[in-house]
């Protein structure tokens, strides 16, 4: 079975500063994506970023960036420039593949990780 | 109304009662699925329905009964509760090709 660990249960960063969050996995599967998902007060899940196994380069959007390494099972996020909207949870989540390349939907979420910036 | 909308926001119920929360997406999407999100807990996926189909069901007590009558519309029929079951229920949906679920508001459930 897969399992997503985010071993930092809560951080804190500055304003305009760079933070990175951990996250690791554990899979025996070797099609898969992985996912940062952001939830912040009151308000519901969005998606920052998607990162596909097959994809050795890593996936960045705007201010979000990973480090994924496959081998370590280890995904991280980091956010750039950090801004006061950037307060929330934020979950590590894992999928596999199905066999012809469609998902099966069944997303695996780590505990969490609460961010607090800080003006 | 855009994206996926969940009803109601906020829901306390006795053990006795019988209720039921509704998840509608608004997006073209083809499957839909139940997540209960618990204090300290990760998100638990309960149930996922592909083309009105249920194709999960994660060992979820019987006491909570998931309905999908089209693929824009799911349903969480909840009876004779118990207070563990207390929790934020959160509905999604994606294009099943596409992996990526997007996610309602959900219902925050009080069970007195």
């Known amino acids: 079975a897969q399992t997503v660990t985010q071993s930092q249960p809560e951080m804190s960063v500055q304003e305009a500063e760079t933070v990175t969050l951990s996250c690791t996995y554990d899979t025996s599967e070797n099609n898969y994506y992985l996912f940062w998902y952001k939830q912040p007060p009151s308000r519901q899940m969005i998606l920052v970023i998607r990162q596909e196994a097959y994809k050795q380069q890593n996936a960045t959007e705007n201010r979000f960036s990973v480090n994924f390494q496959k081998a370590a099972k280890s995904f991280s996020l980091k956010i750039s420039d950090s801004q006061l909207g950037d307060t929330a949870m934020y979950f590590c989540a894992f999928m596999k593949l199905g066999n012809y390349g469609g998902s099966q939907g069944n997303l695996i979420f780590g505990k969490g990780t609460k961010l607090s910036v800080k003006p | 109304e855009t994206g996926v909308t969940q009803t109601p926001r906020h829901l306390v119920m006795g053990m006795t009662n019988k209720k039921s929360l509704k998840c509608e997406q608004h997006?073209?999407?083809?499957?839909m699925y139940w997540y209960k999100q618990s204090a300290k807990k990760p998100l638990e996926l309960m149930f996922v329905y592909s083309l009105e189909e249920r194709v999960e069901n994660n060992s979820v007590p019987s006491r909570f009964s998931p309905e999908c009558p089209n693929s824009s519309h799911l349903f969480l029929h909840l009876h004779t509760l118990q207070p563990e079951d207390s929790a934020l229920y959160l509905c999604?949906?994606?294009?099943?090709?596409?992996?990526?679920?997007?996610f309602g508001p959900g219902t925050r459930l009080l069970v007195l």
């Open positions: 997006l073209g999407h083809n499957a």
């Open positions: 999604a949906s994606s294009q099943e090709w596409s992996a990526v679920q997007y």
